[in-house]
């Protein structure tokens, strides 16, 4: 009778003080950027993903070529930790559970030399005498996390596989994202429990959001802090924002953080209610429980409990325009 063969299990986690890893940096000419590993993806660099996939593990960056050898690389950077990896920078979905497994299978198994999809791990005193190395496969490694970004259609491809991971993460820690295909949401974004996410919103750099929000559809929010309970309705723009807790936010409203040469903050605090298609110009202050007239364009800041307005006069010219055939030609625009 044959004995089955069960494949070996790998553990998930193992202890890594012992690692030392090198980065290689390809040069991805197909970007046509001078510093293509820096090209962002969901609010990081291709670089940057790879590198938070070893946390604070001892690292060293080198600059390689296709023809380098690895050996030698490796040889000539070793240190005296017990283990050296070594991973490619262009692989920006390797995550942290993956290297970490990897890592866990070379010692659990008293391998000297593992070769994963893209990338090795040495015992490094053997390879400093080893003359030459076959280095064992690891089995069972997501391949998604070693999709090689090389040009922008590749990226296109991890940029959509990052924000499905970044949205599934909120999605399990209790927000609600209405539809996640259209929810831009960048990796530093934090977002509360019992927050709801609607269609085609950008979130994008250091971005909080307390619990039990609502982010209205084609709504984009930068570096903003947003308070527990605030609704920013549909189509606004909120920029460089402290937002306190229970505020209201209409349609169309835009903080205007931009005046052409540096960025200023708008503040608001709790309970402070923004009408549609207000405009908040930065630097500005709003205290609790202030109340801003729809279609206000706000400069100077509001005392608690007041109501601001700012509209022109409104002007009407009488006999002005006519839309009846007998009178107008196609095409024949109203004198201004």
């Given at each position: 009778?044959e ?8 553990p ?12 290689l940096?390809?040069k ?23 590198l ?17 050898d ?5 040889r000539?950077?070793?240190t ?9 920078a ?15 299978f070379?010692?659990s198994?008293?391998h ?13 005193e053997?390879?400093?005498?080893a003359e ?14 070693f999709?090689?970004?090389?040009s ?6 991890i940029?959509?596989i990052?924000?499905?991971?970044i ?11 209405v539809d996640?295909?259209t929810?831009?949401?960048?990796a ?11 269609p ?6 250091e971005v909080?959001?307390?619990k039990?929000?609502?982010i209205?559809?084609?709504t984009?929010?930068k ?6 309970g605030?609704?920013?309705?549909h ?5 460089d924002?402290?937002i306190g807790?229970n505020?209201?936010?209409g ?8 005046n052409?040469k ?5 503040t ?7 009408g549609?298609?207000?405009n908040?110009i930065?630097?500005l202050a ?16 509001v ?7 700012s509209r ?7 006999s002005?325009?006519n839309m009846?055939?007998?009178e107008s ?5 109203p004198?201004?």
């Amino acid at each position: 009778m044959e004995t089955e063969v069960k494949p070996k299990a790998i553990p998930v986690k193992t202890d890594m003080d012992d690692v030392f890893v090198l980065v290689l940096l390809p040069k991805l000419p197909a970007f046509k950027r001078e510093n293509p590993l820096e090209i962002q993806v969901c609010g990081r660099s291709i670089l940057g993903w790879t590198l938070s996939s070893i946390g604070e593990l001892p690292v060293k960056q080198i600059q390689v070529a296709k023809s380098d050898d690895i050996l030698t690389i490796v040889r000539d950077n070793s240190t005296e930790h017990k283990y050296t990896c070594v991973i490619y920078a262009d692989t920006p979905l390797l995550t942290a559970n993956t290297f970490q497994q990897a890592v866990a299978f070379v010692k659990s198994f008293g391998h000297k030399a593992v070769k994963m999809p893209r990338g090795w791990i040495f015992e490094t005193e053997f390879i400093r005498s080893a003359e030459s190395v076959v280095p064992e496969e690891i089995p069972n490694l997501p391949p998604e996390d070693f999709i090689v970004a090389y040009s922008f259609s590749q990226l296109a491809i991890i940029s959509a596989i990052a924000r499905s991971r970044i949205n599934l993460k909120h999605l399990s820690d209790g927000v609600q994202i209405v539809d996640p295909n259209t929810a831009y949401i960048d990796a530093q974004v934090t977002i509360g429990r019992g927050t709801v996410i609607e269609p085609n919103v950008y979130i994008k750099g250091e971005v909080v959001i307390g619990k039990n929000c609502h982010i209205g559809n084609c709504t984009e929010i930068k570096r903003s802090q947003i308070g527990d309970g605030t609704k920013i309705a549909h189509a606004s723009y909120v920029g460089d924002a402290v937002i306190g807790k229970n505020c209201q936010v209409g349609c169309g409203v835009v903080f205007v953080n931009y005046n052409g040469k540096e960025k200023a903050k708008c503040t608001l605090g709790c309970k402070v209610f923004i009408g549609s298609n207000s405009n908040l110009i930065a630097p500005l202050a709003l205290d609790d429980n202030t109340y801003i007239a729809a279609g206000s364009t706000i400069t100077k800041d509001v005392p608690k409990h007041a109501l601001a307005i700012s509209r022109t006069a409104q002007t009407i010219k009488e006999s002005y325009w006519n839309m009846d055939e007998s009178e107008s030609q196609e095409g024949e625009n109203p004198p201004l």
